[in-house]
């Protein structure tokens, strides 16, 4: 199972971007997918969530900015980002709960992370 994610770059605060990050390989069920960010010194954090029902959950400091969502029949996560901050400076990383088989257990994937970096 392999996780692809695509879509950083740098941008002007205020701006937008959307990541993707595409889920491939021997998969049964994709559970929670979810995208975290880790900025220079700090810790990873999770910046949101979605289930496999389209229940979403947001970091406090991005909520009313971004939003998660899914397409499951392409096992791809997406999170539209707006109103972007220079805080928001941070590699990406999309994050997902896979079972590969009927009665196998869901593991974790992370992808490879993708930069975003918003200037002033």
């Known amino acids: 199972v392999q996780l692809q994610a695509s879509g950083g770059g740098l941008v002007q605060a205020g701006g937008s971007l959307r990541l993707s990050c595409a889920a491939s390989?021997?998969?049964?069920?994709?559970?929670?997918m979810g995208w975290y960010r880790q900025a220079p010194g700090k810790q990873r954090e999770l910046v949101a969530s979605i289930t496999s029902g389209g229940s979403t959950n947001y970091a406090d400091s991005v909520k009313g900015r971004f939003t998660i969502s899914r397409d499951n029949a392409k096992n791809t996560v997406y999170l539209q980002m707006d109103s972007l901050k220079p805080e928001d400076t941070a590699v990406y990383y999309c994050n997902a709960s896979i079972q590969r088989s009927l009665l196998g257990v869901a593991y974790d994937y992370w992808g490879q992370g993708t930069q975003v970096t918003v200037s002033s």
């Open positions: 390989g021997s998969i049964f069920r994709i559970n929670r």
